[in-house]
């Protein structure tokens, strides 16, 4: 079925690199045939020592692409935002965010302009989607689950939104690039808190990319189910700090925001950081169906989470 386009809808595709040569020329030629007809692909190097900066500038001479001054190392999520701020100083429409190492659907920027071009100009908006999961040889391995629900109680301490699938509109675009923190353990969890808290989230049932699944992800799909709980069982029961992710998280977005978040995540959030050092306040939240997770289980360790006071 073909996908009506909006006469206009300027895109600026966002692409942070590092020693991703290996499969980035597939990725880039999947952007060049997107059917969505006024796409710009900005890209910023975050230190390659590969050939992959041999391989952008290639492209940059043939007018496909324009690079990002600056090479340093600075982290994915932080070289996301370099580009982000970038982005945002120019009159670009709509920005979509992208991984060195997939292969975007033909239609995926088409679909995700449709969906966001039914939005009002002053609200903002985000688009992500389902993704197909492949091996490193592009073979179909399976999609990844449906979110029962979206929203900022779910954001709070989730995210339904993988970057490479994240499309914004141009009011988030400003919101976000006007309002970036100076620590955040990833882009695409920041930028649904940030949307579901202010604006609106769309997510699309039907999956927009090929997302390759190999030994080098930097953050991939868990393989199996005792993949799954290490993953889990690290990021919460093990030594240091990083298990309190969710709530630093959100204290950085009640700092950043303050007085204009709407009343009603407001009252919600305020709730969530206080937990952190109060016993009574941890048992009120462990029992709020103001906060969820996508699967029961997940949802059923987050309670014991907020409980121990490690969310």
């Not at 970038?86 to 659907?105: G, I, L, M, N, P």
């Not at 953050?219 to 240091?240: D, E, L, P, W």
């Not at 303050?258 to 206080?274: G, T």
Request: with cysteine.
């Amino acid at each position: 079925m073909s996908i009506a386009l909006p006469e206009s809808g300027k895109v600026t595709v966002l692409l942070s690199t590092y020693n991703g040569s290996k499969y980035l020329q597939q990725q880039l030629d999947s952007l060049y045939v997107q059917t969505h007809p006024n796409i710009r692909i900005l890209v910023r190097d975050d230190g390659s020592s590969d050939a992959t900066l041999a391989i952008l500038k290639n492209e940059q001479a043939k007018g496909r692409l324009e690079l990002l001054e600056g090479h340093g190392n600075l982290g994915a999520a932080l070289s996301f935002f370099e580009l982000l701020k970038a982005a945002a100083a120019t009159d670009t429409e709509y920005v979509a965010f992208c991984d060195q190492d997939d292969v975007w659907h033909p239609d995926k920027i088409a679909r995700a302009v449709t969906k966001l071009s039914g939005v009002a100009d002053d609200r903002p908006a985000m688009y992500c989607s389902r993704l197909e999961l492949v091996d490193e040889k592009l073979e179909h391995t399976g999609y990844t689950a449906l979110p029962k629900k979206v929203g900022f109680g779910n954001a709070l301490v989730d995210s339904v939104a993988t970057g490479c699938t994240i499309v914004l509109n141009r009011e988030a675009v400003r919101l976000l690039a006007g309002n970036l923190p100076g620590n955040v353990v990833i882009h695409d969890w920041w930028c649904y808190l940030v949307v579901s808290c202010f604006g609106q989230v769309i997510f699309d049932e039907t999956a927009t990319l090929k997302y390759r699944q190999h030994g080098a992800n930097a953050i991939g799909v868990a393989a199996n189910a005792y993949s799954r709980f290490a993953r889990k069982y690290r990021r919460f029961f093990g030594s240091g700090e990083g298990h309190r992710w969710m709530s630093e998280q959100a204290a950085t977005l009640f700092d950043i925001f303050k007085d204009n978040i709407p009343l009603r995540n407001r009252q919600i959030l305020e709730k969530f950081v206080a937990a952190r050092s109060s016993l009574h306040r941890r048992v009120q939240l462990a029992f709020s169906r103001k906060i969820w997770r996508q699967k029961w289980m997940d949802d059923s360790l987050l309670r014991l989470l907020i409980l121990l006071g490690r969310y």
